[in-house]
Nanobody
Framework: QVQLVESGGGLVQAGASLRLSCAAS????????MGWFRQAPGKEREFVST????????YYAASVKGRFTISRDNAKNTVDLQMNSLKPEDTAVYYC??????????????????WGQGTQVTVSS
């Protein structure tokens, strides 16, 4: 089992930045690719970004590429999502997830084995 706890969400104005963090506990953290997803009210859960177990590979959804940066610290069992130039359409609950599979990049929610409880990000215009 892997337990994931997100933090760092909040209410910001458009153009601002936020940094989300996800703390993991349980099995060997570096064995898992880590991802961030988001879900806005009335919409399906959407892939945002993923990072490989070693941290050497990253992948982003087109909607956030160039604005968001994913990183991980395997010594601290954390994965972060730095979000810059936030837009109102980034408003959603953001979820951290862990994928044990080897396919790269893991973009489907079904490829992830463990999920956090989510943290709300609200961007006002």
């Amino acid at each position: 089992q892997v337990q994931l706890v997100e933090s760092g969400g909040g209410l910001v104005q458009a153009g601002a930045s936020l940094r989300l963090s996800c703390a993991a506990s349980g099995r060997t953290f570096s064995n898992y690719a880590m991802g961030w997803f988001r879900q806005a009210p009335g919409k399906e859960r959407e892939f945002v970004s993923t990072i490989s177990g070693s941290g050497s590979l990253t992948y982003y959804a087109a909607s956030v590429k160039g604005r968001f940066t994913i990183s991980r610290d395997n010594a601290k069992n954390t994965v972060d999502l730095q979000m810059n130039s936030l837009k109102p359409e980034d408003t959603a609950v953001y979820y951290c997830a862990a994928a044990a599979g080897r396919r790269w990049p893991p973009k489907g929610y079904y490829e992830y084995d463990y999920w956090g409880q989510g943290t709300q990000v609200t961007v006002s215009s």
